[in-house]
């Protein structure tokens, strides 16, 4: 079976650190490109982060310097390491990879 499942998830202070997971089964995921998008209340699906097969990552601009997205293919593991959080990155992390999502991880921050 396909599929992509995050944990990670959780409730964490302004300026706490968070550490997401996402774990892919049913495909050859050195193979790919994968990323990291997040839903934010009242807000489009947006990019977080992606990291292509040769590790090399691209950040959007609102996370990079709080973010760092890895990837260990012998796990077929993707990794987001989130630092200095704050109450608008409150919302649900997915991985990605093409067409196929996770089913998200609740990221909440408290002011």
């Known amino acids: 079976q396909v599929q992509l499942v995050e944990s990670g998830g959780g409730l964490v202070q302004s300026g706490g650190s968070l550490r997401l997971s996402c774990t892919a089964s049913?495909?050859?995921?050195?193979?790919?490109?994968m990323g990291w998008y997040r839903q934010t209340p009242g807000k489009q699906r947006e990019m977080v982060a992606t990291i292509s097969r040769a590790g090399v990552p691209i950040y959007a601009d609102a996370m990079e310097g709080r973010v760092t997205i890895s990837r260990d293919n012998a796990k077929s593991t993707m990794y987001l390491e989130m630092n200095n959080l704050k109450p608008e990155d409150t919302g649900v992390y997915y991985c990605?990879?093409?067409?196929?999502w996770g089913q998200g991880t609740q990221v909440t921050v408290s002011s």
């Open positions: 049913g495909i050859i995921f050195s193979l790919y490109s």
């Open positions: 990605n990879r093409a067409d196929l």
